[in-house]
């Protein structure tokens, strides 16, 4: 049983403290967000994440888990100080490290005993050292027996908990190998792969996995676009490239485009980490590209459909950047509806669990209880989020709901045959030879 602080309480951090708690460690959970912490205290969950409120009623219950404000209270006596705080990009698409330096800074001020200082944010090449010396300068000469371990977070919203507990590897880096190690016996008992690296390259895994998955996404929009010009259909052609075991299925399916706290944020920083060591990223910097025209595409396409979007209306089914997420930062949906809107649409959308979110950052669009709500009245209506209630709706109503029977299906979720054999006009992404001409 370790005893362990996590710093930061977000998709990441409360994940993270929840999950070792279960693991039998005795863990603190601590944010500077009073909201936040006092929800937590309550029992609610300040996010949503399947099988995430069971597990952390379970282990407060069980004493294992516990959330505060209070900096010296969380930090007390800790073996581990995980820090999962925010890293943002910066306005040049660097990652900005503030909260970072301010988590550091707290536990150089406050630890008099041995401790691991654990770095999960993701984290520019070289933020391990930089952690290191923010601890050893703030000391001022107070000597403090402590290393610092890079261990980078790949679990994904919507199945954080599972990713967590099974994961593919855990990738662990420091100068220091019995900090490593000491780590590593926090994640034995899940008995999976665990690489120890030196620091930088740990940190490197974590932006080159996050970008070599975006650069699928983009590479399949590519194709899809392709094929939209040619007469194939994209999901077909994802299908027969991910038989192939040297490629695989996953992260090839054509839609909207990546979004997330994540993705974007992840893909800038390594550019921007490239470009200030005169690397030139041109394969992320064409990946941020395609990402982007993804988008615009949804405009040509509805004003191809629709002639002008002028006061047309216009349905968004999903808002979150994924399906079982509440989670909107940088979703595709919300800059789909801005361009729009742009064009003088007006947005009416439904989300099952980021309506709250969205009803924050969206003062113009209507936001709906109901799929058939946002459907009625409607000149377009789009699939933006592939949650599994947008897959089995009543289509028939639908159609009889809307003004006019233009579909834009931005995740390949529907069956386009069905959809025509509705009397929809149908459009999908990549689907050249099904598109409705
Ligand atoms: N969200 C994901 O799916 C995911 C996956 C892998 C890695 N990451 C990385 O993990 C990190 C955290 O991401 P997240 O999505 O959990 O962020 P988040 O924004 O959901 O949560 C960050 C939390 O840190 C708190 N915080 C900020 N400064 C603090 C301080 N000085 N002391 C204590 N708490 C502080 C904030 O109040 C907030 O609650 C980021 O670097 C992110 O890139 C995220």
Redesign the pocket.
């Known amino acids: 049983m370790s005893r362990i602080c996590v710093?930061?309480?977000?998709?990441?951090?409360l994940v993270t403290g929840a999950c070792f708690a279960d693991l039998g460690n005795m863990v603190t959970c601590?944010?500077?967000?009073e909201k936040?912490i006092n929800k937590l205290k309550e029992g609610l969950m300040p996010?949503y994440e399947p099988g995430l409120e069971q597990i952390v009623e379970q282990n407060v219950r069980h004493g294992r888990l516990t959330f505060t404000t209070d900096y010296p209270e969380a930090v007390k006596n800790a073996d581990f100080a995980f820090i999962?705080?925010?890293?943002p990009s910066g306005v040049d698409g660097e990652a900005d490290l503030q909260?970072v330096r301010?988590?550091a800074e707290?536990v150089a001020d406050l630890v008099e005993w041995p401790i691991v200082v654990v770095n999960?944010?993701?984290?520019p090449v070289g933020t391990g050292d930089w952690v290191a010396d923010i601890i050893t300068r703030r000391r001022n000469g107070r000597p403090l027996d402590f290393s610092v371990v890079s261990n980078?977070?790949?679990?994904?919203?919507g199945s954080?908990i599972n990713d967590f507990m099974v994961p593919d590897r855990v990738v662990l880096g420091s100068l220091h190998q019995e900090a490593a190690e000491k780590v590593a016996r926090l994640y034995a008992s899940l008995r999976c792969p665990i690489l120890i690296t030196d620091l930088r390259t740990a940190e490197m895994v974590k932006y080159a996995s996050n970008a070599f998955l975006a650069t699928r996404i983009s590479f399949i929009n590519e194709i899809a676009n392709i094929c939209e010009e040619l007469g194939a259909d994209v999901n077909q052609v994802a299908r027969g490239m991910g038989l192939d075991k040297r490629i695989g299925p996953s992260f090839l399916d054509a839609g909207l485009g990546w979004g997330?706290?994540?993705f974007p944020?992840?893909v800038k920083a390594l550019a921007h980490m490239a470009v200030l060591h005169g690397t030139h990223p041109q394969l992320l910097q064409a990946v941020m590209d395609i990402n982007r025209n993804q988008r615009r595409r949804v405009v040509v396409k509805l004003r191809r459909a629709l002639g002008t979007l002028d006061q047309k209306i216009i349905g968004v089914l999903g808002l979150s950047f994924k399906p079982n997420t509440d989670?909107i930062r940088e979703a595709p949906a919300l800059e789909v509806i801005h361009l729009l809107e742009n064009e003088g649409a007006t947005i009416r959308a439904y989300d099952p669990q980021a309506m709250t979110a969205a009803a924050a950052v969206l003062p113009r669009v209507r936001l709906c209880e109901t799929a058939y709500e946002v459907a009625d009245g409607a000149d377009s209506l789009l699939l933006a989020t592939e949650w599994n209630e947008f897959k089995q709706l009543d289509f028939s109503k639908i159609k009889e709901l809307m003004k006019q029977p233009v579909i834009l299906d931005g995740r390949n979720a529907w069956d386009a045959e069905s959809m025509k054999d509705l009397g929809f006009i149908y459009m999908g992404v990549g689907r050249g030879n099904l598109q409705s001409k």
């Open positions: 710093i930061g309480t977000g998709y990441v951090g601590l944010d500077v967000d936040r996010i999962a705080v925010g890293t909260y301010q988590a707290s999960k944010s993701t984290v980078p977070e790949f679990l994904r919203e954080a997330g706290s994540c944020k992840d989670d």
